[in-house]
């Protein structure tokens, strides 16, 4: 009588399979993992616009229709994310006074400017048209797009 003895385990060959599988699935997390943290921190972003264009608006309804400067924004805008916020930690906003020029924000950078309405936007400067003394562009660059800048009117 001939008795097989079959000894049980793991050939190398399904160890090696095993071990390429799973490099593959962390290669595929590992590239698009950078892309998804640009969208989200593109995203934060475009809502940190929102957020500030809603403070402008709320001061001077508060104030009789004066316009903010950048630190009285600043109160105004409570839930700016990390985003465009500077190295100390506190909001990186501006108020732009040069209208007629194209404008180029640097990262983390939201730009409020009076008396304009959104023009022509590139791929990292915004121009403006003229607007009324009420209506106000906020302004900033995004990552994605080689530094696609966002223009919002009020």
């Not at 892309?35 to 709320?58: E, P």
């Not at 409570?78 to 006074?97: E, M």
Request: hydrophobic share 40%; aromatic share 6%; proline share 3%.
């Amino acid at each position: 009588m001939n008795i097989q003895r079959k000894e049980k385990g793991f050939t190398i060959i399904e160890v090696v399979l095993v071990l390429a599988i799973a490099g593959l699935i962390f290669l595929m997390v590992f590239i698009a993992l950078p892309a998804l943290q640009r969208n989200q921190r593109d995203t934060a972003r475009k809502s940190d616009v929102t957020i500030v264009a809603a403070a402008v608006t709320s001061f001077s309804s508060n104030n009789r229709g004066a316009f903010p400067t950048a630190t009285q924004i600043i109160t105004y805008a409570s839930n700016v994310s990390d985003n465009s916020k500077t190295t100390t930690n506190t909001s990186n906003i501006r108020v732009n006074t040069v209208t007629t020029s194209p404008l180029t924000p640097v990262d983390s950078e939201i730009v409020v400017t009076k008396g304009t309405t959104c023009g022509a936007v590139t791929t990292t400067t915004a121009s403006f048209g003229t607007g009324s003394t009420r209506q106000f562009t906020v302004v900033t660059k995004l990552e994605s797009g080689n530094g696609q800048v966002f223009c919002q009117e009020s």
